[in-house]
């Protein structure tokens, strides 16, 4: 079964300053990854998403992440943060080539709450 | 376009108590998942609805069921609630394409008292 570790629970950073959201993941097949983010009282909105090709995905809001095969991670990265990034940030995988509508399920991590200080 | 959409907002039941959720895709979606979000547990898969028919199932008890309609609205229902079924239930629709981006709703609060 797929799992995702989101190794931060809490990262509080100042305003402008760069932040990276680590996520990693345990897979032994291909895998679709997602990060999402979630506002206050809000359902989820998707930032980026890898499915193939490039390994460097950019994203709304300024945001990127690098897939790396290797070290089974997906990364997310921002070089300036704002205050309005303050939010919960979850990474996700699927099985691109499950059956049954397996692929259609997504697996997240416990979630990042992100923090931007004035 | 619409988004994705869930009523009710909010709810307030008491134990033992059932409780039915819904839930309208984006227009043309035939793929509706049901997420349940808890600061314990995180987001942990429900089911997934194709086409008015079950083709996934998350690890949960029988007592959490759902279906979809021919319009692709879906529902879910909970019955004989107990506390631990507080929680944040998301709902995301998808398009028929397997690498299609998942849409979610804002969410139905659910408190058990």
């Known amino acids: 079964a797929q799992s995702v570790t989101q190794l931060d629970s809490q990262v509080p950073v100042f305003e402008e300053a760069p932040v990276e959201l680590r996520c990693n993941y345990s897979s032994s097949v291909s895998v679709y990854l997602f990060w999402y983010v979630q506002y206050p009282n809000q359902g989820l909105q998707l930032l980026l998403k890898y499915l193939s090709g490039s390994t460097l995905v950019k994203g709304i809001n300024g945001f990127e992440a690098e897939f790396n095969k290797s070290q089974t991670s997906f990364h997310l990265r921002k070089p300036s943060v704002h205050i309005s990034d303050t939010a919960e940030y979850f990474c996700?995988?699927?099985?691109?080539f499950g059956s049954g509508g397996s692929n259609y399920k997504l697996t997240f991590g416990k979630g990042t709450l992100l923090t931007v200080n004035p | 376009k619409a988004g994705v959409t869930q009523t009710p907002r909010y709810l307030i039941k008491t134990r033992g108590q059932q409780v039915t959720l819904s839930c309208s895709p984006i227009s043309g979606h035939r793929s509706v998942s049901w997420y349940q979000q808890t600061p314990g547990q995180g987001l942990q898969f429900l089911f997934e609805?194709?086409?008015?028919?079950?083709?996934n199932k998350g690890n949960f008890p029988g007592r959490f069921s759902g279906r979809q309609f021919s319009n692709s609205r879906s529902e879910m229902n909970v019955s004989t609630l107990e506390l631990g079924d507080s929680a944040l239930y998301l709902c995301?629709?998808?398009?028929?394409?397997?690498?299609?981006?998942?849409?979610f709703g804002q969410g139905t609060r659910l408190t058990v008292v």
């Open positions: 996700a995988v699927s099985d691109p």
């Open positions: 995301a629709s998808r398009a028929d394409r397997g690498q299609g981006e998942a849409f």
């Open positions: 609805y194709f086409s008015e028919t079950q083709r």
